[in-house]
Every structure is written in C-alpha cells, then in structure tokens.
C-alpha cells in the first residue's frame, strides 16, 4: 500500500476545489448565455407587441442580472486562487489563500453586498475544510 503525504492530499484536494469552482463558472458562462437568449426573445416580442406593458422583459433581466454577479464573483474567486497557484499547479500558500479569500468575503459583507460574500462563503468554507483535514 502507497503512503501520500498529507501535503501531497492536500494538494490534490485544492485541485479539485479548482477545478469545482472551473466547472461552476463554465456552467453559469451558459446559463448567462440562455437567459441572454431569452431575454433577446422576450425584448423581441415586446417591441412585436407594441410595447405592451404586459410583455415588458423585467423577470428576465433581473434573472440575467443576478446570475451576472453570480459569474463575476466565481470569476474573482478564481482570479484570487490563480495568484496562489505555482507553475506546477499546486498551492504553496493555501493558508495565506485562504486569509485572503476570507478577508475579501468580510470586506463584502461589511459593504453589504451579502450575495456576494454569500457566494465566497460557499468556497472558503470548502477551502478550511480542507486545511483543517490537513492537521
């Protein structure tokens, strides 16, 4: 039977973590892309209508607009761990990753933008899992 180190389990599960918050993004990228469409038919039939009042695209772009800052926090999260990524792929600094990701969730939650820490919580919470596993 194998021995891996802790350090080398702890690598592998931050790759999963990055390749989690990856996937995430390219799924929200489509759905972006949906409602996109969507919100394109709905302003068409709108304009079709007459601008009846009935068939204004409100739904819709409230939906488009919340799962744009949905996107863009996955794509600031990422940006972050990029930084903490060495060119072999791993995370030397996982911990001072983790301070930092955590500082920036206190930081929108202190400016009220609580979708948004809400969003950074989900991750960092997954990121202290996986540091605390370590010890």
Known sequence: MAIISKSTEVQEELNVLYDSLLDRRSFLQNE??????????????????????????????KLHHQKFVEYDMYCYIIDIVNDFRDIYGNFPEYVEMYDTLYSSMIQFADEEYYECAAIVKIWVDRLYTIIVNKD
């Open 32 to 61: 972006l892309k949906a409602l996109r469409e969507k919100f394109n038919k709905e302003c068409d039939t709108y304009i079709s209508s007459g601008y009846d009042a009935a068939k204004a695209p409100t739904i819709c772009n």
